[in-house]
């Protein structure tokens, strides 16, 4: 599954990134991204640098939420996140531990364009036979 990072260095076609995450695009009609990841890549579309009018920025998502494959992260996994925040030291990364948390849930891996967000998979994944890809 694709985090908020890899999820926007695929759609936007001038990132960086674009090239290299765009390869772990999944079809719409095969997509598994966790709500969370969806929220926040509409999040980031309306605000900088990218100043996506809120039609536009449901529009270019829209593939990914028609299909009925937003993975749900269990209300457990909320309370599991916050009470392990100390133990991983999160903030502001808390979302990025309810994305691990919720691929973990549903069996899929992660891909990521955050070198910290991949840091912290491959810690709490660890032992799991999930892989955890970090996009260049």
């Not at 990134?17 to 890549?41: F, K, M, Q, T, Y």
């Not at 939420?65 to 309370?79: E, H």
């Not at 660890?126 to 892989?131: F, I, V, Y």
Request: aromatic share 4%; with cysteine.
């Amino acid at each position: 599954m694709l985090d908020t990072s890899a999820l926007l260095a695929a759609l936007v076609t001038n990132h960086a990134l674009h090239e290299p995450a765009r390869r772990h695009l999944p079809r719409p009609s095969d997509a598994h991204l966790p709500g969370i990841v969806l929220a926040e890549a509409f999040a980031r579309l309306r605000g900088a640098p990218f100043q996506v009018s809120a039609n536009n920025a449901r529009d270019i998502l829209r593939p990914w939420f028609q299909t009925g494959t937003i993975l749900a992260t269990p209300a457990p996994l909320y309370a599991k996140a916050l009470d392990d925040a100390p133990v991983h030291n999160l903030g502001g990364q808390v979302h990025d531990y309810l994305i691990i948390l919720t691929c973990l849930h549903h069996g899929h891996g992660l891909v990521t364009a955050d070198r910290r967000q991949a840091d912290l998979a491959r810690h709490v994944m660890d032992g799991s036979p999930h892989q955890v890809t970090l996009v260049p």
